[in-house]
């Protein structure tokens, strides 16, 4: 992995070489950008960022799609029926059977550890990114970041930004790492703040690896039970763990969705 060592003078100022830190303002257009980078390294500097994610900050673009996609989200508007038709569900199950009794081992390991069911982690992992197919073109670091500067949900992504230059740090993704447009990375599409907080190592290679399927499930099934899931309890709506379905999207149609496609492979 190669870091870049070059540091504009505006960015050396901002990281206490020169004058005070400022907090950063927030902004609704790609204006003030640079100058909200500048004063976000101090945060960023003081939260325990190193070199190579002060790095990846400096060289970060704003990401007009990303804009875009987070003003124009459609998923809250469908029908259930509509949702699960644009996505897809029928071939997501029954691939996931597939999946499911090819990698029964694996699936089985991963219940008897986090007590989340093979359905559960399958139907995700079919809905995020079509089992690995398109994990997404977006640079991480400059779509979460500019979420971040971005007014609308500012305090919201802040720590995900942070979180994303933290997996810099460690070498688990690069400024140029792609991933979805809010930021997302891997297979299952963790956010960056949840993908350190949660990350898993299940291949015991030594490092947590969102891009290898193994470390994004067992990372899946980690999240979802330190989020509260009760091993052997129903996920159906109404039942406990579909509560902890609500954790990992906000969308109630996805929410339904998962425990639906979840059951029928399952079943």
Avoid at 101 to 117: C, H, I, K, M, T
Avoid at 118 to 126: F, K, N, Y
Wanted: aromatic share 10%.
């Amino acid at each position: 992995m190669r870091s870049i060592i070059f540091l504009s003078t505006t960015f050396l100022l901002v990281i206490g070489l020169i004058a005070p830190a400022v907090a950063a303002p927030c902004g609704d257009t790609s204006g003030g950008f640079n100058k909200w980078k500048a004063a976000f390294a101090q945060e960023a500097a003081n939260a325990g960022i190193g070199q190579r994610g002060l790095n990846a900050l400096a060289q970060a673009q704003y990401a007009s799609g990303t804009i875009v996609a987070d003003r124009n989200q459609k998923s809250f508007k469908y029908t259930l029926d509509k949702f699960m038709t644009l996505r897809g569900a029928d071939t997501i199950v029954a691939q996931g059977r597939k999946r499911k009794a090819r990698d029964a081992r694996f699936y089985q390991s991963l219940e008897v550890r986090y007590g989340v069911p093979a359905g559960i982690l399958i139907a995700i992992h079919g809905m995020e990114t079509g089992f690995g197919g398109f994990m997404g073109d977006s640079a991480v670091v400059s779509a979460i970041t500019t979420l971040a500067y971005d007014c609308r949900r500012s305090d919201f992504f802040k720590p995900h930004a942070i979180g994303a230059l933290k997996l810099v740090d460690t070498g688990a993704i690069t400024g140029s790492t792609k991933g979805a447009k809010h930021g997302e990375l891997g297979h299952t599409q963790f956010l960056p703040g949840n993908a350190l907080r949660y990350g898993v190592d299940a291949n015991g290679d030594g490092q947590v690896d969102f891009y290898n399927q193994a470390d994004a499930l067992a990372s899946t099934a980690n999240f979802l039970r330190q989020k509260g899931w009760k091993p052997g309890v129903g996920y159906g709506e109404g039942q406990a763990n579909f509560d902890v379905i609500k954790q990992w999207n906000a969308a109630a149609v996805y929410q339904k969705a998962i425990a639906i496609m979840a059951a029928r492979i399952d079943g």
